[in-house]
């Protein structure tokens, strides 16, 4: 392919004056001159810092701070949960007692899974550590809490008197009868109560009399917490204690 014309014409020169015998300079270009490479300019311009590179300072390596928060904008820490008090059980610090091994029943339909051994339910202290599920121990410290210490008002309780807790037996001590809640772990009586000011208050002698007026609104706030509630007048056998178990019934609660 021909030169072009602007190309041509210095190099015929030069041919001419090389036949002639004159010296002949170097002829200039008339290209601009080569730029240099950008990775050259880049280095050059790039401040040095090796342990950076020159990708590092390409791509902004150095981090903008963000702008820190004034004391009143900055978050406050979110305090951890509180850790389990030391002797609780079923997960409620307000219930104390211990964790027990599984027990298998002497007779079909006894047993429970998981049972503990209740000795105080938020304060209340109780006069034997009753054995039962903790679906249970947690109704009862609902009914302690909610139920029967605003039904005593200023007269704290501070005891429950245990009358039965978990025994492998049947309904109202009858070999015949169905396996009593109580065998399952399910139940608990409750023949009386210690109050703060001294005074002990049985089912027996003081329901159904003047001071007895705290102990009915507690058996009746019961109802719904526990499946089953019975007392005196119920059935002739909770005379002189209230039985309260965890059972459930298609129909609801069953109270007397």
Same mark, same amino acid.
């Given at each position: ?22 010296a002949?300079? !170097? ?5 601009? !001159? ?13 401040? /040095? ?20 928060p004034?004391?009143?904008?900055? !978050? ?24 027990? !091994? ?66 492998c ?5 009858k070999?015949?009868? /169905? ?11 409750i ?7 001294? /005074? ?47 059972? /459930? ?8």
């Open positions: 392919m021909p030169r072009p014309v602007s190309e041509a014409v210095p190099v015929i020169a030069a041919q001419v004056a090389v036949a002639q015998g004159a002949v300079s !170097p002829t200039r270009s008339i290209r601009p !001159p080569r730029r240099p490479d950008m990775a050259v300019i880049l280095a050059q311009a790039a401040p /040095r810092n090796p342990g950076k590179g020159l990708l590092g300072w390409l791509f902004g390596s150095k981090k903008a701070s963000a702008p820190q004034s004391p009143e904008q900055a !978050p406050k820490s979110v305090p951890k949960s509180a850790p389990s008090v030391k002797g609780s059980v079923c997960q409620d610090p307000a219930i104390r007692g211990v964790s027990i !091994p599984d027990i298998k029943g002497a007779q079909r339909g006894c047993g429970v899974k998981n049972p503990v051994r209740v000795s105080e339910i938020d304060g209340v202290r109780l006069s034997v550590a009753a054995t039962m599920d903790c679906d249970t121990a947690r109704a009862l410290r609902t009914w302690v809490t909610q139920k029967l210490q605003p039904a005593f008002g200023g007269a704290r309780v501070t005891e429950l008197q245990v009358a039965a807790h978990y025994a037996r049947g309904r109202n001590n070999k015949s009868a /169905r396996t009593s809640e109580h065998g399952r772990g399910k139940a608990i009586d023949s009386g109560f210690t109050l703060a000011d001294g /005074r002990n208050l049985s089912i027996l002698k003081h329901y159904k009399g003047g001071q007895g007026k705290a102990i009915r609104a507690a058996h009746k706030g019961a109802c719904g917490i526990f499946g089953t509630t019975l007392g005196p007048g119920s059935d002739g056998y909770h005379e002189n204690h209230l039985h309260f178990d965890t059972a /459930r019934y298609r129909g609801g609660p069953y109270c007397k």
